[in-house]
């Protein structure tokens, strides 16, 4: 039997099992506070470090922005696409210099690496029959509506841009407006390659334009293609532009050519090096796409790897004083319109060393410099469209040669492109370059 408590006793056997209570109470009280407490801890970290991304991201987000973000002018349609344009342009262009600095590829040759995402195998479809082949050697890409006609096709020779550096006929912009071309001309279309610098200099790229020009200029190849002799024409974008109005020059001297062209068509131009202080120049100098320092690089690069000509060209002090009676050719206070001279003066150019135009000689030469012809030779040439853009750093070339020609007593029209950039006709997914091209194809429609 269990024996019995005494009152004291189980008055002390009660307090202790209250106080036993309360200490378990006590210590089930303290753990969920630590609980709480613990909890509140992990949800103030756990804030912290969503703040802390959050705020990374932001910062990431301004920086991205900074990275893209170009103050454009008011009247540049869809600017969005312009800076998202320019910044893989940029970054393309940052990538070949980092490359280059290190010592791992020449700038031109990453930049020509870069832009090879654009090629676009022939690709014939039911209007058009797309192939590939030579012109005595040069390749050319050709165009053909697939529909039989009894008469004769119009033709046209086209030639890419790219600075003479880098560019090719297969880029899907230049598939892409050939084919449009061809398609409502119904005509044949020649997109011509040419062997492209650091690799080779003037006047190779010159030499292979002319040599596939004249091949396609003969009587029976024209025969063999359905080409209308009559009714032929020449068109380049860029330093395209360049070789296109070079190529029409040299045609007129060569008596070996008994075809004429019927049109030139010369989509921004660059057409003389003699002076890299034009308007254009000034104003345009850091727009997106073309830039002044690129564009006296695309220049120094057609003649030379020497930096020596890149650095005299910048400071417009590269042309000697014996060739100083060719700046009447590119004077630019005589043969702007006076709208596009908006208040600037003219600077007579610093004549530079005649140690670099005895090295590359290229520099004072008309085929590398189409403005540098005497009006003699200009009288000759056919109708001719020019397109300039408002802002682009060779804005200026075009319009001189369109003040020279008229001067000479060429028929000239003249498009200029309001609120767009060099190269617009290549970007065919903005509404102006939409609009440009929809301009140059109807205008050879009226004409060729």
Known sequence: MTPLLSAEEEKASMQSSVSMYFKGETVKQSKKKETRQAENTYQKQNSYNMRKKYFGFLILGVLLAGYIYVPLPDNVEEPWKIMLLNTFLKTSSYLALFGEILGLNHFMKSMALFSRIQGFPPTSDENIIVK???????????????????????????????????????????????RWTAERLDAVVISTNYRLAPKYHFP??????????????????????????????????????????????????????????????????????F?????????????????????????????????????AMLSN?????????????????????????????????THGSSELAKKY???LDVKASPLLADDSKLRGL?????????????RDDGLMYVTRLQNSGVRVIHNHVEGAFHGTLAFLFTK??????????NWLHENL
């Open 132 to 178: 590939d082949t030579t012109f005595n050697d040069i390749p050319v890409r050709i165009y053909v509506p697939q529909q039989k006609t009894k008469s004769l096709r119009r033709g046209l020779f086209y030639i890419h841009g790219g600075g003479w550096c880098f560019g090719s006929n297969d880029y899907y912009s230049y598939d892409l407006l050939s």
């Open 204 to 273: 190779v790229q010159f030499e292979d334009v002319y040599t596939a020009l004249k091949w396609f200029l003969d009587p029976q190849n024209l025969e063999s293609y359905g080409v209308d002799p009559g009714r032929i024409g020449i068109s380049g974008d860029s330093a395209g532009g360049n070789l296109a109005a070079a190529v029409a020059q040299q045609l007129l001297e060569d008596p070996d050519v008994k075809i004429k062209l019927k049109v030139q068509t010369l989509i921004y131009p660059a057409l003389q090096n």
């Open 275 to 311: 002076d890299f202080d034009l308007p254009s120049y000034r104003e345009n100098a850091h727009y997106p796409v073309l830039s002044k320092s690129l564009m006296v690089r695309f220049w120094s690069e057609y003649f030379t790897t020497d930096r020596s000509l890149k650095k």
């Open 317 to 349: 002090q590269h042309i000697p004083l014996e060739s100083s009676n060719l700046f009447k050719f590119v004077n630019w206070s005589s043969l702007l319109p006076e709208k596009f001279k908006k208040g600037h003066i003219y600077k007579t150019p």
């Open 361 to 363: 000689p290229g520099i």
């Open 382 to 394: 056919p109708l001719t469209y020019v397109i300039t853009c408002q802002y682009d750093v060779l």
């Open 432 to 441: 102006v370059g939409y609009r440009a091209a929809n301009q140059y194809i």
